[in-house]
């Protein structure tokens, strides 16, 4: 009797087993997303495998299912399995549920019973698929005053396959972008290798006069997207990439989703999250101002930028760039050169603190002169003989900054450029910008070089607008793009000592009244430096200018402009415009 007992008790646990591994099996199979194998284990495999199937194509693979519990009651029985879904960019939305099932005994094996509903909520009311919920209405990216910088548009892409008459095509593209010909979509088209190519995305004004014509033509598509696009077209300024990515972060951010069935009466939600509020973002930008910087350096025919930043808050007012500028990338804000004459800030302002001399001092401004093994020459060698400082500045010697610089401590430069924000990078939302680099000078000869803004010293025009800016304070600002939300230095720098803004300014004042831009003497107050830049050789050279107006701060850089003209009457245009 008792081994009889024994028995049906072996039975019962071998049963329980069997049960268990089947359930177990199933829930390892759905989290592999094997469908085949799932499906085998179920009472109809062959509705069971294309159900999973198609299920696996709409929400994809990355689930993980696990059994919670099951309860055997003789032939039958009933468990639960717990499920997550892994959805969207980097993973980041996750769908939980947990499902009934059960199960029957067939012989000695067990089978699923096949429902759909025991995979997902919804399933065996239709097909499932997921997709995001934007946040309705959608950010906007404003100017300082509130106008619109950023806002969604709907814009068309004009995808052409092998086959289409480029002939056509271009002839409708053209007169929108001139730079789409019959050869150039061929062209596009023969590097495809048979895949069609998108030959322009148009907004909907350009779009609206053609789009008839085009939709006529065989082997061309007309695809609708929506996306972030300056409201003012003309308005192309390196820093809109970086606001795009902000209002992007906060969009995700902001995303709800939905898991829906299909069914016979329409799409049902059976799983998800609504979009959360999303508030504009305010920029620091001024629209005038940016079309005013833009103006001034469209005529220019070498890459050419301006920054303007406002000294009591760190924004940036405008940030502008030149087509021959835009080419090579955001130099306005990461592009890195030889400041030239216009880091004279620095260097008065290091031999100030060094005790070497004052404004008034009266220094030697020769047209050449040999300093520690460098011919250092003035610009067209001008030779001034014995003058006060501030006039050596005004009238931008050579000479005069590299004998200073030769007398300074091998850090004397470095710490002096990171008092006013050279050198020092900052982490702020909306931007990535470079200041500069200047390297301890451990030579006599180097320090000479840095002194007048060549040998290893590089500047960006960011960098040299937070000078001005810093000059402009006393202390080095924040610069920002977005409203509230400052940048963060790599390093605190030493404060600059009081007075020494006020005695560098003096002399940059000078500058427009009576040295090296005087054509900017009619803007009120106009403070100032020029700068000319050598790089490859003694025939290259950078023409820069960075002033103060008021609680305006800025810097313009003209590659390869030859002198400092350029980059002072672009400043000149930009300041009369803009106020």
Same mark, same amino acid.
């Given at each position: ?154 814009? !068309? $892409? ?5 086959? &289409?008459?480029?002939? #056509?095509? @271009?002839? =409708?593209?053209? *007169?929108? %972008? ?105 920029? !620091? $930008? ?5 079309? &005013?910087?833009?103006? #001034?350096? @469209?005529? =220019?025919?070498? *890459?050419? %930028? ?106 004397? $430069? ?166």
């Amino acid at each position: 009797m008792v081994f009889a007992v024994m028995l049906v008790l072996a039975g019962c646990s071998n049963a329980e087993d069997r049960l268990n591994s089947t359930v177990h099996a199933f829930a390892d199979a759905l989290s592999r997303g094997d469908a085949p194998a799932a499906a085998a284990l179920t009472s109809d495999e062959a509705a069971a495998s294309g159900t999973l199937n198609k299920l696996y194509e709409s929400l994809g693979k990355d689930v993980h299912v696990e059994v919670d519990k099951t309860q055997k009651q003789d032939d039958a029985a009933t468990f639960t399995l717990k499920t997550t879904w892994k959805f969207g960019p980097q993973k980041r939305t996750e769908w939980s549920y947990t499902s009934d099932g059960q199960a029957k005994a067939d012989g000695d094996t067990w089978k699923i019973r096949w429902t759909p509903a025991t995979v997902a909520p919804g399933l065996d009311e239709g097909p499932l698929s997921y997709s995001t919920l934007v946040p309705q209405p959608a950010a906007r990216v404003l100017d300082r005053t509130g106008a619109e910088l950023l806002t969604q548009h709907i814009v !068309t $892409l004009v995808d052409v396959a092998p086959g &289409a008459d480029v002939n #056509a095509v @271009a002839a =409708l593209l053209n *007169p929108v %972008a001139p730079t789409i010909t019959a050869q150039s979509l061929a062209a596009d088209l023969a590097a495809a290798g048979g895949k069609p190519v998108t030959a322009v995305t148009l907004r909907e004004d350009d779009l609206t006069p053609i789009q008839p014509q085009l939709s006529t033509l065989a082997n061309v598509t007309l695809r609708p997207q929506t996306r972030l696009l300056a409201t003012d077209r003309a308005l192309t300024s390196p820093t809109l990439s970086g606001l795009s990515d902000l209002w992007q972060q906060r969009m995700d951010a902001a995303d709800g989703w939905a898991v829906t069935a299909q069914t016979d009466a329409g799409t049902k939600r059976v799983g998800g999250q609504d979009a959360k509020p999303v508030g504009d973002i305010a920029s !620091t $930008l001024d629209i005038g101002m940016q079309r &005013a910087a833009e103006h #001034a350096l @469209a005529p =220019l025919p070498t *890459p050419a %930028a301006l920054v303007a930043i406002q000294p009591s808050t760190g924004n940036l007012l405008a940030v502008a760039q030149n087509t021959p500028a835009d080419q090579q990338g955001a130099i306005a804000l990461t592009g890195l050169y030889p400041p030239g004459s216009t880091f004279k800030t620095v260097t008065v302002s290091a031999a100030l603190q060094a005790g070497q001399v004052t404004p008034d001092s009266v220094v030697a401004c020769p047209g050449t002169e040999n300093i520690e093994g460098r011919q250092i020459p003035n610009d067209n060698n001008f030779d001034l003989g014995q003058v006060p400082l501030h006039t050596a500045f005004a009238k931008s010697c050579n000479t005069t900054m590299g004998r200073l610089a030769v007398d300074l401590p091998a850090d004397g $430069l470095t710490k002096a450029a990171a008092q006013l924000g050279l050198g020092i990078d900052y982490t702020a939302p909306g931007m990535t910008t470079v200041t500069g680099s200047v390297p301890v000078a451990d030579t006599s000869a180097l320090r000479v070089e840095e002194g007048i803004g060549q040998g290893k010293v590089t500047a960006s025009p960011f960098g040299m607008a937070l000078v001005a800016a810093t000059l402009a304070r006393g202390t080095v600002p924040a610069p920002a793009i977005v409203e509230g939300r400052p940048g963060k230095p790599d390093r605190a720098p030493e404060p600059l000592p009081p007075g020494v803004d006020e005695q560098v300014k003096s002399m940059m004042r000078e500058t427009i009244t009576g040295g090296t831009a005087t054509q900017l003497q009619d803007i009120p107050g106009m403070l100032g430096k020029t700068g000319t830049a050598e790089y490859i050789d003694d025939q290259h050279a950078h023409g820069w200018f960075v002033g103060i107006d008021g609680d305006l701060a800025l810097a313009v850089f003209v590659s390869d402009a030859g002198s400092s003209t350029p980059a002072v009457n672009a400043a000149g245009d930009f300041l009369r415009s803009a106020g």
